[in-house]
């Protein structure tokens, strides 16, 4: 990939450059960032990375770059929820997938970047896509901007490559070290090591976002399962992969979640460390 000319920070060049392979990007792409612009930023480079004609991608300087630069290019589009709605409706995501099965009008490429997709995609949106994004039409790329792809529905994940801007996320030290404790009581065959690891939760201050971390590597370990490669926590990641089939990560990453959601409604932490250790081994161990 060349920079040159692009004002990107290391983190982020690292981030986008782990997408090439080959000269090819994936067909489906979350870019993460609480900044907006940055992730827009991402995402037309990414757009002129496919379309540019150049031996060295996006060159900056032939047509294709250029139109995709002033987000003037024919195959390079960026839909907008119709009629003042917020969100997406089905009809138009059924333009939109019907259009993606058009031949590009003048590039080798066809770009479709959903801005604020973990707002303005919908639950039914996201399922009418997920076709698509499983078997999507040769030279077509999808790419999602979202504040937080963990709105975004896990079938959804699993079909993309997540980039994370990494530089804006910080993780506390805490919660990193009590998730990091969690994923290897959830790898670890023995119950009392799990129930054990899940006694951080008790720190409340920390403890959503120590889940949210439980689920980041969970993720990565989704990622290393299908292929992809992990953004977070390698080592952890490639650990679950190779103990946990795809299906118990996308399992237990729906859990965390869940658990996540009854730390909001304050539940007895007691309680849900013994739910909690429950689910996790009845998952790991279920045929
Ligand atoms: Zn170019």
């Known amino acids: 990939m060349n920079f040159s000319g692009f004002d990107f920070d290391e983190s982020v060049k690292a981030a986008l450059s782990a997408l090439d392979n080959h000269g090819r990007i994936p067909h489906a792409i979350i870019i993460e960032s609480k900044n907006r612009e940055a992730a827009l930023e991402a995402a037309k480079f990414l757009s002129m990375y496919a379309v540019c004609t150049s031996d060295s991608k996006p060159c900056k300087t032939c047509e294709q770059c250029h139109k995709a630069e002033i987000k003037g290019h024919a195959d ?8 003042k709605s917020k969100t997406y409706s089905i009809e138009q995501m059924r333009n939109i997938i019907k259009d993606s099965y058009i031949l590009p009008n003048e590039a080798n490429a066809k770009v479709y970047v959903f801005e604020e997709a973990d707002n303005r995609l919908t639950d039914i949106a996201q399922n009418s896509f997920l076709k698509l994004l499983e078997e999507p039409p040769q030279n077509v790329y999808f790419i999602l901007l979202c504040e937080s792809a963990q709105k975004l529905l896990v079938t959804i994940l699993s079909r993309c490559t997540v980039v994370r801007l990494k530089n804006e996320v910080r993780i506390s030290e805490k919660a990193l070290e009590y998730a990091e404790k969690i994923v290897k009581g959830i790898i670890s065959s023995r119950e009392y090591d799990l129930l054990l690891s899940l ?12 889940l949210s971390t439980v689920r980041m590597i969970l993720r990565d370990g989704l990622a290393l399962s299908i292929g992809t490669k992990a953004v977070f926590n390698e080592k ?15 399992e237990m990453i729906e859990l965390t979640d ?8 304050n539940i007895n932490i007691n309680l849900l460390t013994t739910w909690l250790c429950g689910e996790y081994r009845r998952i790991s161990w279920q045929r």
């Open 76 to 83: 390079i589009s960026y839909p907008r929820p119709e009629n």
């Open 199 to 210: 006694n951080v939760l008790s720190d409340k201050e920390n403890a959503d976002e120590t």
């Open 236 to 250: 952890l990641g490639r650990e679950l992969a190779t103990r946990f089939t795809k299906g118990k990560i996308i």
């Open 258 to 265: 869940n658990s996540a959601i009854k730390i909001k409604q």
